[in-house]
């Protein structure tokens, strides 16, 4: 029997009352993100735990069709789910409920898994095709009229596979292209070079004061975080020193809006570190392992309580031991939950009550 699984948010109105008593100031609140959605990665279906206000997790509260689901995506607050198999290869879903608004069931291509829109019909999503050293990472314009049509001639094939490969800049989409920053106007949909590294991209970030990051990963040269200007050439670049720190494409980079922190989990060691953009300090945060977690898998900052969420297995070898641990900016544990999905993959934050 459904139940509900969260109390009601801090939504709707506050009102003031003045000392005449006469006159009420309405003021919208602000939004809580009390609770989360956790995907799960998973080879015959799409699964969603759900977390509530007091962290608590409740596996299965919605079961889909659609396999292998590897990201979330939100556009103008809406939510989509990407999925490598079909039938529906990208959903946009409601948050209250977890009901299917609109779903886009045609693909031209194998496997897509991160997605951008810029606007409400149209996005970039990226795909990932073939194996080994022959694996290719695509990018493909996607509709939701139309679907999602062939791999796109004006990048490589070696686009960024993760969340942060593109980002949304006003009349502009930025993508990471291997060592290149690419940038598509969303209305002439035409594709421009804007810098070149000396080695690939990371992670693409936008910091609260809307200043854009990009990540580069150690190999020939050190890692690095590059702040651009308004026109995307390089206004200053932060050069990572500590030896232990690679930010090797794999290391989940995230950043959002409303932070100046960006943080990731170094493959190496499993350890989670931390770039603030406007101090320049880059630190170590947190070590995972210490709270039971040997693989890393989701690393994401609450947007208003800045605590840390940091989610992985305790075994490599059994996706059903997922683990959730809760930081604290002063790098405390606020919270360790268990068994929050299997094969975790992806974590959202909701402004919105959930009633399953």
């Not at 946009?92 to 977890?98: A, F, G, H, Y």
Request: net charge negative.
């Amino acid at each position: 029997m459904k139940s509900y699984l969260s109390k009601l948010a801090l939504i709707g109105l506050l009102f003031v009352v003045s000392c005449t008593k006469k006159d009420v100031v309405f003021e919208e609140a602000l939004p809580t993100y009390n609770n989360a959605f956790i995907l799960s990665l998973e080879s015959d279906k799409t699964a969603i735990t759900f977390l509530d206000e007091n962290q608590l997790a409740t596996q299965n509260v919605h079961v889909f069709d659609n396999a292998e689901s590897t990201s979330f995506s939100s556009y103008n607050n809406e939510l989509y789910i990407v999925s490598q198999n079909g039938p529906s290869y990208i959903s946009k879903v409601n948050t209250e409920n977890l009901e299917v608004e609109e779903s886009i069931t045609s693909s031209n291509v194998s496997s897509p898994s991160y997605l951008q829109m810029y606007s409400k019909t149209d996005g970039l999503v990226i795909n990932t095709s073939g194996s080994g050293r022959n694996r290719n990472y695509n990018l493909c314009h996607v509709n939701t009229t139309t679907g999602i049509g062939d791999a796109i001639t004006d990048v490589s094939n070696k686009i960024l596979f993760n969340n942060s490969a593109l980002i949304l800049d006003a009349e502009n989409v930025l993508i990471a292209d291997g060592k290149e920053l690419v940038v598509m106007n969303i209305t002439t949909k035409e594709f421009t070079s804007a810098i070149t590294f000396d080695d690939a991209i990371s992670g693409l970030l936008k910091d609260k004061n809307g200043s854009i990051w990009v990540a580069k990963e150690k190999r020939a040269t050190d890692a690095t975080f590059t702040k651009l200007n308004a026109n995307y050439s390089i206004n200053e670049t932060v050069t990572v020193t500590d030896t232990a720190i690679n930010l090797f494409k794999n290391s989940i980079l995230t950043m959002n809006s409303e932070s100046t922190n960006a943080f990731w989990s170094e493959s190496a060691s499993g350890k989670i570190y931390t770039f603030d953009t406007e101090t320049k300090v880059i630190e170590e945060f947190a070590t995972p392992i210490n709270e039971g977690i040997a693989l890393n898998t989701v690393v994401k900052q609450h947007p208003k309580t800045k605590q840390v969420y940091v989610i992985g297995l305790e075994d490599f070898m059994d996706p059903d031991n997922s683990v959730l641990v809760i930081y604290n900016l002063d790098k405390t544990v606020a919270n360790t939950v268990t068994k929050v999905g299997a094969s975790p993959i992806d974590l959202y934050f909701s402004d919105k009550e959930f009633i399953n």
